[in-house]
């Protein structure tokens, strides 16, 4: 009966998947004076926490909830255990706890974007320093990296803004690239942030399979760029991706025009001749995806010197194209520059 008129400044900015720790009726009912509203707020986290994955988190982990300035802390019996030497949890005895509130029904519900926990009573209001600086430190709410907080690669909000990205891409039809950055997760969760260009399910199944090889080769790591960075990017602009010695290059940079005919696939921005099919498919605080007509084409850039021993000497020798390899450039250049 709350969630119609929840309104949260989190939330507002938040389009990601949501843990919900939910009291049943009997307890909210012990308490006529709380708020159904506030309880909600202080019961609501951004974020996918299922079960396994609370029961792997730290002894006293905080979460930040939909109400600004309020932390959950999360405890368990197999974390307690683990802090004591010698000793071991039994996984079956696992007992989660929030605030030192039970979850009594783990996983009540879960759709890979929404999960329901039911706990067995609600959670005394939280206090406004619950989010306290302490060891382990508060993790997980969106705005921490707008903050600062927590920019160290590898960092809990990366791994988060991760798992929002392969939710929001496999309900857009992008599950083959989902699937990817699942099974990249380790290695994309050591970035600060990355920029992915993307092929959808269907143009990937209508030829595009070069796609599914090449993956990192569409990854530009460590740096985030919305469309309308790239907008921004000089002609010839090098940009580096997650396939060694791989790189991108603006070919046509985007058309001086102003208003909507800007930010469109007619702006003329092209990388690798290929041109935007849909910019800003998802956009977080950390990742930044948009949709290509077709896998990029391998230019072969030379690079600086410096650059070149950064890859390993791979560029070194000044290797050119081919005369197969550039008629074949040469062809795909004058299909794009006459193409749509």
């Known amino acids: ?84 030497p010698g000793s071991t949890a039994n996984s079956s005895d696992v007992k989660i706890f929030v605030d030192d509130v039970e979850v009594t029904r783990p996983d009540l519900f879960n759709d890979g974007r929404f999960v329901i926990h039911g706990i067995g009573a609600f959670v005394a209001p939280l206090s406004p320093l619950s989010c306290s600086p302490g060891d382990p430190q508060p993790a997980f709410a969106p705005e921490i990296a707008a903050a600062g907080a927590s920019d160290r690669p590898g960092s809990s909000i990366v791994r988060l803004m991760l ?8 309900d857009s039809g992008f599950s083959i690239l989902s699937l990817a950055m699942r099974v990249k997760h380790a290695e994309l969760s050591g970035l600060q942030n990355m920029t992915v260009f993307a092929l959808d399910d269907p143009s990937i199944f209508a030829g595009g399979h070069a796609y599914v090889t090449e993956v990192q080769f569409h990854v530009v790591p460590n740096r985030l760029l919305t469309h309308a960075d790239l907008l921004r990017l000089p002609p010839r602009a090098v940009l580096p991706t997650l396939g060694r010695g791989q790189h991108l290059m603006v070919t046509h940079a985007a058309a001086v025009a102003t208003g909507p005919a800007a930010l469109g696939p007619a702006s ?37 010197p410096s650059a070149a021993a950064a890859e390993g000497g791979i560029y070194g020798e000044g290797k050119g194209l081919g005369s197969v390899e550039c008629a074949v450039a040469t ?10």
């Not at 798992?163 to 496999?170: E, T």
């Not at 099919?277 to 084409?297: C, Q």
């Not at 062809?331 to 749509?340: K, N």
Request: aromatic fraction near 8%; charge should be neutral.
């Open 1 to 84: 009966m709350a969630v119609p008129a929840l309104y949260s400044p989190v939330l507002s900015a938040w389009s990601g998947p949501l843990t919900l720790f939910a009291s049943s009726d009997d307890s909210l009912h012990s308490c006529p004076s709380c708020s159904p509203l506030r309880l909600l707020r202080e019961h609501l986290v951004p974020g996918l926490f299922s079960l396994p994955y609370l029961s792997k988190l730290a002894f006293g982990t905080k979460l930040e909830t939909a109400s600004p300035g309020r932390c959950l802390t999360v405890t368990s019996s197999s974390a307690a255990a683990d802090l004591r």
């Open 268 to 304: 003329g921005l092209r990388i690798n001749y290929v041109p935007i099919k849909v910019p800003d498919v998802v956009t977080n605080a950390r990742i930044a995806v948009h949709s290509i007509f077709l896998p990029f084409p391998h230019l072969y850039l030379p690079v600086q």
């Open 163 to 170: 798992r929002d990205a392969i939710v929001r891409l496999r």
């Open 331 to 340: 062809e795909f250049v004058d299909f794009m520059d006459d193409g749509p």
